[in-house]
Each structure stands twice: as C-alpha cells, then as structure tokens.
C-alpha cells in the first residue's frame, strides 16, 4: 500500500508540473486598439507603447504567462460597435481578453445579434474579412481607470474658469457630430448653448487642430484624446480647463463569461498593482492623465443621466 501511495505521489505531482509548465507557456492573448494614443499604439517598425501595453505586461507577468498582443483597427463610423467587434475578436480566440473597454451596462449586454463579422486585426486574410463570428456572452474585470470628459479651452480662452457647462456661455464651441459631447452641449439647459456650437464631422475635420489655431474658443472631448493631442503637439496652444463632467466611463477588460478564472485571476493581479501605486505609475509613464476608477463601476444609461442633468 506505501508503495502504490509513493508512486501515486509522484504521478501527481509530476501531472501538476506539467501542468504547470503548459500553463506558463501558454500566452496570455490581450486584444488592443491599434491607433488609441495615450492607451495603445502600434506602428510596424516601431516599438508598440502606451497605457495599456505597460499594464497588459504587468498582469501577464502576474499570471506567470508570456503576453501576445493581437493588434486590431476599430473603425470611427456609424456602422461600426466596440461591443460586436470586442465579443468577435473574443468569440473567435483572437484572444482572451480585450483591453481599454468602457465599461457600461450598454456596452455589457447581450448581443442583439447571433454573429457578427471581426474589425479588420493583424494578420487577416480575406477569409477572415467575409467570415461572420458565432456570439457569446461578455464578462467585465474590475475597472482600472476612469475616462472622463473634459472642456478643453483655445488660446483665446486660456484661463477662463470652468466649474460647470454653463461656464461656457458666450464662448464659440466646436463639436463633433453625433458624440457624447455633441448630446450634452446641444441638450444643456433646454438648448442654451446650441446658438454658440459648431458642428463638426468625426474623422474628417480637424477638431483639435482649429481649436489650436485660435478658430474657437472650447470643446468637450475624452481626456485621453486631449492627452494624445498634448503629446503629438508639445507646443499647443490648447489648455485643460481641469473641468470634469460628471458622468464619465471607468474602463477595464472585458473577456467571456464561459472563462471566470480568468477573470477572477485578472481581477487579483489588477488589486495588488493599484494597491502598489504601479497602475498610476504605467499611466505617468504613457504621458496619460491618470483618474483611478470610480463609482458606479459599471455606468448605467449614459444618455438618460445627460438629458436629467
């Protein structure tokens, strides 16, 4: 009997090394958004950088696995979906996890649909273009970082102070069409502001760039787009207000829910490195303006809470 219980020890715990070994050579698979300075940025030839390539390393240093960055392009149109494009990429094994994504009880809902077609990612075919993903189901991490908006003023109005919309009475607003910000300009206080906005269109015209100029006076844009602008631009004449609209998006992962340890481990390693500073830290380095994450973690109807304000 002590002899079959030796040898069944030994069985045991050379099955766990093995187990062990493949699990540490098994890649931690993390999708990110090719052009989405400061988070994540990659050029071929160049080294990729940003926000979320620093913490990607760290988690997967964490889980003792090496990390695979698959690298993707969201498209900026009406017919594009984070959600669908996120949930295709995960759905087909592209990856496990994809980073950077704002965590709302939109974005978080079943899929109205049972497939979907994958956003164009490093090293498709043509196959890969035409095919439609079957669906699952989305599962968030913990957030670690909160994506506010903010009022962004031009060199005419450097200094001015913001401590609510209404600050922006009088001055010539420039918006992008069909935004987040373009809702709450045009519906604050009953429409008191529409005379003074201008309308742009997304990835077409130059936001940022006339308000450099002086052509307009303040916009309301994600931090992190003004962040990506501060660093390309180090000699902008553009400012932050340090104004913050109240209903902002925290971001986390967001992977499958057929894979909870995953998530679970995630969310172990996303604790111990806030809790050493290091997640503030990778933000710092990435020239990001770094929030950490706030209540509610998963933020409800965006749109209701703009039209009650």
């Given at each position: 009997m002590r002899g079959w219980l030796t040898a069944w020890s030994v069985v045991a715990i050379l099955t766990a090394a093995a187990t062990a070994a493949q699990a540490a050579d098994d890649p931690l698979?993390?999708?990110?958004?090719?052009?989405?300075?400061?988070?994540?940025?990659?050029?071929?030839?160049?080294p990729d950088?940003?926000?979320?390539?620093?913490?990607?390393?760290?988690?997967?240093?964490?889980?003792?696995?090496p990390l695979r960055i698959q690298w993707f392009e969201s498209k900026l149109d009406e017919d594009s979906s984070p959600q669908l494009e996120a949930n295709a990429l995960l759905s087909d094994g592209r990856c496990s996890l994809?980073?950077?994504?704002?965590?709302?009880?939109?974005?978080?809902?079943?899929?109205?649909?049972?497939?979907?077609?994958l956003p164009d990612f490093a090293g498709a075919t043509r196959d890969d273009r035409r095919r439609r993903i079957a669906l699952g189901v989305l599962t968030p991490s913990k957030p670690y970082?909160?994506?506010?908006?903010?009022?962004?003023?031009?060199?005419?109005?450097?200094?001015?102070?913001?401590?609510?919309?209404?600050?922006?009475?009088?001055?010539?607003?420039?918006?992008?069409?069909?935004?987040?910000?373009?809702?709450?300009?045009?519906?604050?206080?009953?429409?008191?502001l529409i005379d003074g906005i201008t309308h742009f269109v997304p990835a077409r015209d130059d936001l940022l760039g006339?308000?450099?100029?002086?052509?307009?006076?303040?916009?309301?844009?994600?931090l992190g787009r003004f962040d990506a602008h501060r660093a390309a631009h180090p000699?902008?004449?553009?400012?932050?207000?340090?104004?913050?609209?109240?209903?902002?998006?925290?971001?986390?992962?967001?992977?499958?829910?057929?894979?909870?340890?995953?998530?679970?481990?995630?969310?172990?390693?996303?604790?111990?490195?806030a809790a050493e500073g290091s997640i503030a830290e990778f933000g710092k380095l990435a020239g990001l303006t770094y929030l950490p994450p706030r209540e509610p973690a998963i933020l409800g109807d965006v749109w209701s809470q703009i039209i009650q304000r």
């Open positions: 698979k993390i999708c990110l958004d090719e052009d989405r300075p400061p988070l994540s940025v990659h050029h071929r030839g160049k950088t940003g926000f979320d390539v620093l913490l990607a390393q760290a988690i997967a240093d964490r889980l003792g696995r994809v980073g950077g994504y704002a965590l709302t009880a939109d974005s978080l809902v079943g899929p109205g649909m049972k497939t979907a077609r970082v909160y994506s506010p908006m903010t009022i962004v003023l031009g060199p005419k109005a450097r200094g001015r102070k913001i401590g609510d919309i209404g600050d922006l009475a009088g001055l010539r607003l420039a918006i992008e069409s069909g935004s987040l910000g373009d809702a709450i300009l045009m519906t604050f206080d009953k429409g008191r006339t308000l450099d100029r002086g052509d307009y006076d303040a916009t309301l844009i994600d000699d902008t004449a553009i400012t932050a207000s340090g104004y913050y609209y109240p209903v902002g998006a925290n971001r986390g992962y967001v992977g499958l829910s057929s894979d909870p340890a995953l998530i679970g481990a995630v969310n172990k390693a996303l604790s111990e490195l």
